[in-house]
């Protein structure tokens, strides 16, 4: 009896650590997301610093950090992306991504850009742009986005936090080529995590 109640009080304060220090990185995250909209020239934020607050989020929930199972696709051919401008831009399929979120399964697909793959510090970055139930109401109509790497696989496996994805600059300005989801990343259930809907009228 001795043992339990030790292990019992040894298990809270490592669960509640566990999940303090979740919270911290997500609270980073959002902190150099922020950070970073300043500093690009071509962000809706530029010499805009006050509209920063007007920024909305989900506060972070340890359930949409999922691991999944990924397969690649080496054999998928460039495709052209529609993007909300009318434009289009060139990306392939690199792979996709099987999890699980309340019991269900889901299904997503991760992309390269041909253009940044071709660029060093940007070759080993993957895209994946998504859709939910959530679109149109709490979040952006045009979906969501989350950036993630190569290096973010390991032995088939990559753990996908939907508590960072972030809006596309179309949901805060006019005047950008944001890709469209493509229609095999759209989710049929509601991801409340990551960026709400700007709490601001758009530029």
Do not use: W
């Amino acid at each position: 009896m001795k043992r339990l109640f030790f292990l019992l009080v040894l298990f809270i304060p490592v669960t509640l650590f566990a999940q303090g220090s979740f919270k911290k990185q997500i609270k980073k995250h959002r902190a150099d997301y922020k950070a970073d909209f300043l500093k690009e020239e071509r962000s809706p934020f530029y010499n805009k610093k006050d509209d920063l607050k007007y920024l909305r989020f989900f506060r972070p929930k340890k359930k949409y950090q999922v691991l999944c199972t990924f397969s690649p696709t080496p054999e998928a051919e460039p495709f052209d992306m529609a993007t909300y401008s009318g434009m289009v831009k060139r990306y392939r399929k690199y792979g996709t991504l099987e999890f699980e979120i309340k019991g269900k399964k889901h299904q997503l697909a991760v992309y390269q850009s041909m253009f940044l793959m071709k660029m060093e510090k940007y070759k080993n970055s993957l895209f994946l742009p998504f859709k939910d139930l959530t679109n149109g109401e709490s979040t952006y109509g045009g979906g969501r986005y989350i950036n993630l790497k190569t290096s973010d696989i390991k032995d088939g496996k990559l753990l996908l936090d939907f508590n960072k994805n972030y809006n596309p600059y179309c949901a805060f300005s006019d005047g950008y080529n944001c890709p469209v989801p493509p229609g095999e990343n759209h989710l049929n259930i509601a991801i409340k995590a990551g960026e709400k809907n700007f709490a601001k009228d758009k530029h």
